[in-house]
């Protein structure tokens, strides 16, 4: 199983990026969508989850200017930021639970992560 993020990029305050995460291999099912982030110092911090009944939730530093969104079918997820800020520079990481198929048809519950990409917030 592979967590590919993407859409990161250079953007001035109050600009806006779309990240995605696309989720590949033999899945069964996905649960808890979530867009992490790490600023440069920092330590990780969950900014978004989607649960797999659609119920999102986020940290209250990006309320009113962040939206998570996912598409089940394809095993995709999205964050849309508006209003960015200085602040929110970070490398933007997905995860998710989810199940899987092993090479002999068990499921298998793993927690994986994607690579991560880049965003940054500056004039």
């Known amino acids: 199983v592979q967590l590919q993020a993407s859409g990161g990029g250079s953007v001035q305050p109050g600009g806006s990026l779309r990240l995605s995460c696309a989720a590949s291999?033999?899945?069964?099912?996905?649960?808890?969508m979530e867009w992490h982030r790490q600023a440069p110092g920092k330590q990780r911090e969950l900014v978004s989850v989607i649960t797999s009944g659609g119920n999102a939730k986020y940290a209250d530093f990006v309320k009113g200017r962040f939206t998570i969104s996912r598409t089940s079918a394809k095993n995709a997820w999205y964050l849309q930021m508006n209003g960015l800020k200085h602040e929110d520079t970070a490398v933007y990481y997905c995860?998710?639970?989810?199940?899987?198929?092993?090479?002999?048809?068990?499921?298998?519950?793993?927690?994986?992560w994607g690579q991560g990409t880049l965003v940054t917030v500056s004039n």
């Open positions: 995860a998710a639970d989810l199940i899987y198929y092993n090479y002999d048809g068990s499921p298998v519950a793993e927690r994986s």
């Open positions: 291999g033999n899945i069964n099912s996905i649960n808890g």
